[in-house]
């Protein structure tokens, strides 16, 4: 079976001495669930799985009690330590405060229980370790698939990559392009929005939150105003609704709004939003053309590569804590720009496009960033950008 690089993380986190819980936080679809059946088939501690997933009325009496089995299993054996797993502990009403207690009583009497919580609403998960499990927990990201994972894995091409995206549960139906596209709609997105958002956050306009979702896919690596969002959705709603929806999608690993990048934190906040999705999958499930028509659509497959470099930007900025924004100036763009440590670096996009551009040695001129770059056409090919780490271009470039 495949193993991520981030399966080594895990397995070093749970190898240490009891220190923190692990918390494994990401999208659906993302295999956080494989990764643990792949840690507990290597380690040798004793281990015990609980999921709250499918649990009916689930409360806090459920984790005491699971928690106090593992440790009466604990003292039985004689073993030095034990680990346990809880999947989807956000499901689960006052789940922190709980933990917490337990957590604080097994340090206080020297159990040596090592836990794991596995979560797919980063929004939710967020809060309850925040308000309560502040400085017990560490957190382990895990993002949408890259296309070297997809290809490793599944042995895709690059526009196998650029189309279906990195969700690896739905890559033996892509030979059946209508299976694929309802899979990825009915188990991916509907799940994600019915389950992890509605179910686990408030939301007073679901239709809206819905349509915002459905537009932002449609406009993926295109810049578009709230204010024109809003004259073209059904339902009515304010901006500050709409901005905080779009937050949710974002914590939610599904689509982002990405800022403009300005020096000025008020130019940045009042910036128009660039939608990107963080899964292109989730563009092309709604796409009315199949794989093989698209990719004689030069323009439409232009806006699909450049959307794939904007997912794999962000998915790497998850991982490695840098910002993506974009910039404009006078009719002049940049398509990203990635910015860590009040360092800049800029990415143009080019797919079948020649000249130069303008917006570049602009951006260049005004904003002196570490270096730029273009991905494509005269540029890094798109395989080879892909295929590498976002942070090796803070190296790479220019001092």
Not at 57 to 71: H, K, L, Y
Not at 116 to 136: P, V
Not at 192 to 202: A, F, G
Not at 216 to 240: D, H, M, W
Request: charged share 25%.
């Amino acid at each position: 079976m495949f193993q991520r690089d981030i399966l080594q993380q895990i397995i070093e986190r749970v190898s240490e001495p009891r220190r923190f819980i692990q918390v494994l936080v990401g999208p659906r679809q993302t295999g956080k669930t494989t990764l643990i059946k792949q840690l507990l088939f290597q380690t040798a501690i004793p281990h015990f799985f609980i999921t709250a997933d499918d649990l009916y009325a689930a409360d806090t009496t459920w984790i005491r009690r699971e928690w106090a089995n593992v440790r009466i299993r604990l003292n039985q054996s004689g073993d030095k330590s034990a680990l346990l797993i809880i999947d989807e502990v956000q499901k689960v009403p006052n789940w922190s405060e709980t933990i917490k207690k337990e957590w604080d009583a097994d340090s206080f009497f020297n159990t040596n229980i090592k836990v794991i919580l596995l979560g797919s609403s980063r929004l939710l998960l967020q809060k309850g370790l925040t308000e309560s499990l502040a400085g017990r927990f560490e957190l382990i990201n895990v993002t949408h698939w890259s296309f070297n994972e997809m290809r490793d894995a599944f042995g895709w091409n690059l526009n196998q990559y650029i189309y279906y995206g990195g969700y690896p549960g739905s890559a033996p139906l892509i030979s059946d392009e209508k299976r694929w596209k309802d899979y990825v709609r009915a188990s991916i997105v509907e799940s994600s929005i019915s389950k992890d958002i509605l179910m686990m956050t408030r939301i007073d306009k679901p239709a809206l939150l819905k349509r915002l979702f459905d537009i932002g896919c449609a406009f993926s690596s295109q810049i578009l105003s709230l204010s024109k969002v809003q004259g073209e959705l059904q339902e009515s709603g304010n901006l500050t609704t709409l901005s905080n929806y779009l937050n949710v999608l974002r914590e939610a690993g599904l689509l982002s709004g990405l800022e403009k990048y300005a020096a000025n934190i008020i130019r940045q906040r009042s910036s128009k939003p660039k939608f990107q999705i963080h899964n292109n999958a989730l563009l092309a499930c709604s796409h009315p053309h199949s794989f093989t028509k698209l990719q004689t659509e030069h323009d439409v497959w232009g806006r699909f590569a450049e959307s794939a470099v904007g997912a794999h930007l962000i998915n790497f900025g998850i991982k490695h804590h840098y910002r993506v924004c974009y910039w404009n100036e006078g009719g002049y763009e940049v398509d990203y720009v990635i910015e860590k440590d009040h360092e800049a670096v800029g990415i143009e996009v080019k797919s079948g496009k020649e000249g130069t551009n303008k917006g570049l040695a602009l951006f260049q001129k005004q904003c002196s960033p570490r270096g730029v770059f273009v991905v494509g056409t005269n540029g890094i090919p798109f395989e080879e950008f892909l295929s590498m780490n976002p942070m090796d271009l803070f190296g790479i470039a220019d001092p």
